[in-house]
């Protein structure tokens, strides 16, 4: 074989590479730009959570600059989409007073929630001697004199959707449900077991994906 010979078969062999690495590349494109279309097409929607109610069974804040508490919720959550289930990886939970943390973070066990179905946990959350401001401390103590403390029970999580047999990378989800705590004789709880206040809320959390 002569050398030109041998140029024009390494030529060759070149050409077929190249195509080769072409037609997978524009098999990727293909597949990419399908997914997007069928993800634009069906408009994932974010989940719907509500807080149903509040189990207190310790709020103590007597002590200057801690706080000990002891709660459990009830949380709901609805995935309003037709076609489009969720995957929940992660899902923490835990309360805040003046957005600071007040709480252990609380684990909910990983889940999949298929088209417009409805899961329901009841957690409980708690924190024991946890350090708050000084001006915090001050105020949750006037708050709770004037029968009226106003926390926030967060979720923070990963999410994936699931469309047929695609299923998207992970999404950070943020949930904030407002909860109001009364005590004294303005409390709106009833009383369940020896220690235990509960209050009904079904309050809309603000979700963010």
Same mark, same amino acid.
């Given at each position: 074989?002569?050398?030109?010979?041998?140029?024009n078969h390494g030529k060759?062999?070149?050409?077929?590479?190249?195509?080769?690495?072409?037609?997978?590349?524009?098999?990727? !494109?293909? +597949?990419?730009? &399908?997914?997007?279309?069928?993800?634009?097409? *069906? /408009?994932? %929607?974010? @989940?719907?959570?509500?807080?149903?109610?509040?189990?207190?069974?310790?709020?103590?804040?007597?002590?200057?600059?801690?706080?000990?508490?002891?709660?459990?919720?009830?949380?709901?959550?609805?995935?309003?989409?037709?076609r489009i289930g969720i995957?929940?990886?992660? !899902?923490? +939970?835990?309360? &805040?007073?003046?957005?600071?943390?007040?709480? *252990? /973070?609380? %684990?909910? @066990?990983?889940?999949?929630?298929?088209?417009?179905?409805?899961?329901?946990?009841?957690?409980?959350?708690?924190?024991?001697?946890?350090?708050?401001?000084?001006?915090?401390?001050?105020?949750?103590?006037?708050?709770?004199?004037?029968?009226?403390?106003?926390?926030?029970?967060?979720?923070?999580?990963?999410?994936?959707?699931?469309?047929?047999?695609?299923?998207?990378?992970?999404?950070?989800?943020?949930?904030?449900?407002?909860?109001?705590?009364?005590?004294?004789?303005?409390?709106?709880?009833v009383i369940v077991g020896?220690?235990?206040?509960?209050?009904?809320?079904?309050?809309?959390?603000?979700?963010?994906?």
């Amino acid at each position: 074989m002569s050398v030109k010979e041998c140029g024009n078969h390494g030529k060759h062999r070149r050409k077929i590479f190249r195509r080769i690495i072409a037609g997978i590349l524009i098999f990727l !494109l293909i +597949v990419l730009i &399908t997914i997007l279309v069928i993800w634009a097409i *069906l /408009r994932p %929607s974010k @989940p719907r959570f509500i807080l149903q109610d509040t189990t207190v069974y310790a709020f103590n804040a007597s002590t200057p600059n801690l706080l000990t508490s002891n709660f459990q919720i009830t949380l709901s959550s609805r995935n309003p989409n037709d076609r489009i289930g969720i995957y929940y990886d992660r !899902l923490d +939970v835990y309360a &805040t007073y003046n957005n600071q943390q007040i709480t *252990l /973070r609380t %684990s909910i @066990p990983p889940t999949y929630q298929g088209h417009n179905e409805i899961n329901v946990w009841s957690p409980f959350i708690n924190g024991n001697s946890v350090p708050i401001a000084p001006d915090f401390s001050a105020s949750l103590g006037s708050q709770q004199a004037a029968g009226s403390v106003y926390l926030i029970i967060k979720i923070d999580g990963r999410v994936r959707w699931k469309v047929g047999a695609f299923v998207s990378g992970r999404y950070h989800i943020y949930v904030r449900c407002p909860a109001y705590i009364t005590f004294g004789s303005r409390s709106t709880g009833v009383i369940v077991g020896e220690n235990a206040i509960k209050y009904q809320f079904v309050t809309r959390c603000s979700v963010s994906v």
